[in-house]
């Protein structure tokens, strides 16, 4: 259903590797940002899916810069996926594409931390419960303007270590985040951002370090 094959990839002056696959039809693309260390107990790969249409690079290069810097800092492998209209839920898409990768350049045991923005963050919250191998979820302005009983369900069914939503009290649903934030514990962890709205309009700087301070 899904092909990985190094000839296909496409070396890049900024990510190390760019692939597209298809999902219902329609072109996911791929940017990949190589690992320093394979060979741990667990590899960690970040998965960072974009908001509705985003593109593998956000608006001023915003996720890969998100990218490089937890690259940098953690020697992590990472994963950005963009988020193309009529795909349907595309997380177990993104995951089958990093279990070719790592299968192909030898990564025998890895983890997903997963970075979902808007829509992306919705889709990762409704996919979590059928995917053990993401750890840790940060979600960023994800909508939660759905079903209140099929939230509060892919909440409570999160069985990752640790799940972090971010609002900032601009954004049009910061309204529902507060009401949802009383599920609140342990595990999963609200925060709300002073003055922010939801494309974290000039706080582009803020946005590219929130994975590296809610994940690692």
């Known amino acids: ?6 000839e296909k990839w496409k070396s890049m002056t900024d990510f190390d590797i760019k692939v597209s696959a298809l999902c219902n039809s329609v072109q996911i693309d791929y940017g990949i940002i190589n ?6 107990p667990s590899h960690i790969v970040v998965f ?14 915003k996720y890969l810069q998100m990218s490089e810097n937890l690259n940098r800092r953690f020697g992590v492998t990472v994963f950005v996926a963009s988020n193309p209209e009529g795909t349907g839920n595309s997380i177990g898409h993104g995951l089958k594409i990093i279990e070719n990768y790592c299968k192909t350049v ?7 931390y997963f970075v979902g923005v808007s829509n992306g963050g919705t889709q990762g919250l409704f996919a979590f419960e059928n995917y053990p191998v993401i750890q840790k979820a940060l979600l960023i302005g994800a909508p939660l303007n ?10 409570i069914n999160f069985n ?33 951002f002073l003055n922010v709205d939801h494309v974290f309009s000039g706080n582009t700087e803020l946005f590219i370090k929130l994975p590296e301070k809610y994940l690692f």
């Open 35 to 40: 690992g320093k260390d394979r060979n741990p």
């Open 1 to 6: 259903m899904y092909s990985f094959c190094p």
């Open 106 to 112: 030898c990564i025998e045991k890895y983890i997903v």
């Open 48 to 61: 960072i899916k974009a908001g509705l249409t985003g593109s593998i690079y956000g608006y001023e290069n």
């Open 146 to 155: 759905h079903k209140p009983d099929l939230i509060k369900k892919a909440l």
């Open 160 to 192: 990752g270590e640790k799940l972090h939503l971010i609002c900032g009290d601009k954004d049009p649903g910061f309204g529902l985040f507060k009401l949802y934030s009383e599920l609140e514990n342990e595990k999963i962890i609200f925060t709300a």
